[in-house]
């Protein structure tokens, strides 16, 4: 291989990876290979660094890479003089074995160097090695990728040799390293590299061979119908996405979930393409949130709404892995796999909807809050006294403020909640409505478990403010008094975001006219961990904890203000 500058590709094809990791594992494979040239001096200036994911694929594409890397100047300080060289000036048999150990066993010992440190001379060997070839930067580079992937679980699996195996996240399959249209000598996981790919699972012929580093993207594209760039198939999913959503005079919803989602798919498709699907509108009956989250979460689905009202429409959309001229057979299937679905959502929410939100409460006596701190419904008694004291502080109405706390975990019980977690509260609130409880109770419920409060507290949200706090205050006084306070970056309790939900709800009661930030009431910081503390059982509270509560709360507030 003549000293000169190539592109270089390398790609590793794997059966498929998992797709919430698969961004950041061709990120990391391709800072992995890059990281190692470039110590070795192997990129030349002005090298480009393109990572690629596919399902089935990561690789990494370098505009300008050296076929070998320059000579480097070296001076290696040996040992003292008088250890290394005996009367006469000859090697000792301690310089022979560190010379042997530098590589340099070959060096006349009469031209080694002699530097002083002040205290006594040494011996320093000095001269020009030859830079890295490639093969050895790159087999380096990729053995240094593999082991830095940020793989969420490893594998083992057998090699063809039936013999040896390797561990990875998933069987690897094929290894291309091209320095142009050349191939680099170097193997990992048991597989020589080449220049033989495999294109789309069903879409290609077979294997596509790649003719040099910078014909990867065009003829994995034309020959292997697989669009290699993570970037480019998530840029042209979300254009059929809106374009599809245009034509239907619909939206996909402005929510963070529609962009994971799009992420998510970008990484189970290799050449995707946006299909429409339908279902039965009497499934309209049951609550959206239910019917969004199993289509998202379940199907890989991107709901359509109307653009008027925001409602959920009975259309929605399909990213497929294949492309074809009739897609019938593929819009038809998934029809039929979501159906069951949405029945499921429609049979948990007509039965739960048989027994009242309150029947539930009592439920709660048998599910566990905390080993050292009780039940459930122990946790809903405390959240239901600091309510009413909190309600009583502000003049709030304190029967409603009970009620809400009193109603707050009652859907844990439900059919729904049990199916789909993330519904907590959201159902609740719907169970209330049917049972007909007041508008300030079910608002409570319903935006119970937001992070943070984000509007002036008014007249009809007090009652919504009132559970917000409870609860939090609740979960920072109960949690830090068991010993479980945030210690680094462990928080398994969300005592950080308790406490940012607490202040950002004493501001709005502020913004709101309940409080005067400049005057002490009508409630405090203070009385309410006083208040807290007074719900759970004598000596449950060790002396110090309020105080170390309140120190955490301003020191998270001093750290909001400073940012």
């Known amino acids: 291989m003549t000293t000169n500058i190539r592109p270089l590709l390398v790609e590793l094809l794997t059966e498929e990876l998992p797709?919430?990791?698969?961004?950041?594992?061709g990120q990391a494979f391709a800072e992995g290979v890059r990281a190692t040239l470039d110590r070795h001096g192997l990129l030349a200036e002005g090298c480009a660094v393109t990572p690629y994911s596919t399902p089935r694929r990561l690789a990494v594409h370098l505009s300008a890479v050296l076929a070998q890397a320059p000579d480097q100047a070296y001076a290696e300080k040996l040992m003292p003089v008088k250890i290394g060289l005996t009367e006469d000036g000859k090697a000792t048999p301690a310089l022979q074995k560190k010379l042997a150990a530098k590589g340099l066993e070959n060096i006349d010992v009469s031209t080694l160097d002699r530097e002083s440190d002040g205290k006594q001379d040494y011996l320093v060997a000095r001269g020009t090695a030859a830079g890295s070839q490639l093969a050895a930067g790159l087999q380096e580079g990729i053995e240094a990728a593999i082991d830095g992937l940020p793989i969420p679980k490893v594998m083992r699996y057998q090699l063809a040799d039936g013999v040896s195996t390797v561990k990875f996240v998933r069987p690897a399959h094929g290894l291309i390293a091209l320095f142009g249209a050349d191939v680099v000598p170097v193997s990992a996981l048991g597989l020589a590299a080449g220049r033989e790919t495999l294109g789309h699972r069903f879409m290609s012929a077979g294997a596509v061979a790649i003719a040099d580093a910078d014909a990867y993207v065009a003829t994995l594209a034309e020959k292997g119908h697989v669009v290699a760039s993570f970037e480019a198939r998530r840029a042209e999913i979300q254009r059929q996405l809106q374009e599809e959503a245009t034509r239907l005079s619909a939206t996909l919803g402005d929510d963070p979930e529609v962009a994971a989602l799009l992420d998510e798919v970008t990484a189970l498709v290799e050449h995707p393409t946006v299909y429409v699907g339908q279902f039965e509108e009497q499934f309209l009956q049951v609550p959206q949130e239910c019917l969004i989250l199993t289509m998202r979460l379940n199907q890989k689905y991107f709901p359509l709404f109307d653009p008027a009202t925001g409602r959920l429409t009975h259309r929605f959309l399909i990213v497929s892995n294949m492309r074809t001229d009739n897609p019938v057979n593929i819009v038809e299937g998934n029809q039929r796999v979501v159906r069951p679905r949405l029945a499921d959502a429609q049979f948990f929410f007509e039965t739960d909807r048989k027994t009242p939100l309150a029947a539930r409460v009592?439920?709660?006596?048998?599910?566990?809050?905390?080993?050292?701190?009780?039940?459930?419904?122990?946790?809903?008694?405390?959240?239901?006294?600091?309510?009413?004291?909190?309600?009583?502080?502000?003049?709030?109405?304190?029967?409603?403020?009970?009620?809400?706390?009193?109603?707050?975990?009652?859907?844990?019980?439900?059919?729904?909640?049990?199916?789909?977690?993330?519904?907590?509260?959201?159902?609740?609130?719907y169970y209330a409505a049917g049972d007909g409880e007041p508008a300030s109770v079910v608002e409570a419920l319903r935006t119970q478990y937001r992070n943070r409060y984000d509007a002036p507290v008014t007249q009809d949200t007090l009652t919504a403010a009132t559970l917000f706090i409870a609860e939090r205050v609740e979960t920072l006084v109960g949690i830090w008094a068991i010993g479980l306070a945030p210690t680094g970056e462990r928080d398994p309790f969300g005592l950080r975001r308790a406490a940012l939900g607490l202040i950002s709800a004493f501001e709005q009661l502020a913004a709101g006219g309940w409080l005067k930030i400049s005057q002490n009431g009508p409630l405090t910081l203070d009385g309410l961990l006083e208040l807290a503390a007074g719900t759970f059982p004598a000596g449950k509270i060790p002396g110090d904890t309020l105080a170390e509560v309140r120190t955490f709360i301003y020191e998270r507030y001093r750290n909001q203000l400073i940012s």
């Not at 797709?19 to 594992?25: G, N, R, V």
């Not at 403020?401 to 159902?427: C, H, T, W, Y």
């Open 19 to 25: 797709p919430k990791a698969l961004q950041k594992l």
């Open 362 to 429: 009592e439920q709660l006596g048998s599910i566990v809050y905390h080993n050292k701190l009780g039940t459930q419904l122990e946790r809903v008694e405390r959240v239901r006294a600091i309510a009413r004291g909190i309600a009583g502080e502000l003049g709030g109405d304190e029967s409603a403020a009970d009620r809400a706390a009193m109603l707050a975990k009652a859907d844990l019980g439900s059919n729904m909640v049990g199916e789909f977690p993330e519904l907590q509260g959201i159902m609740g609130a």
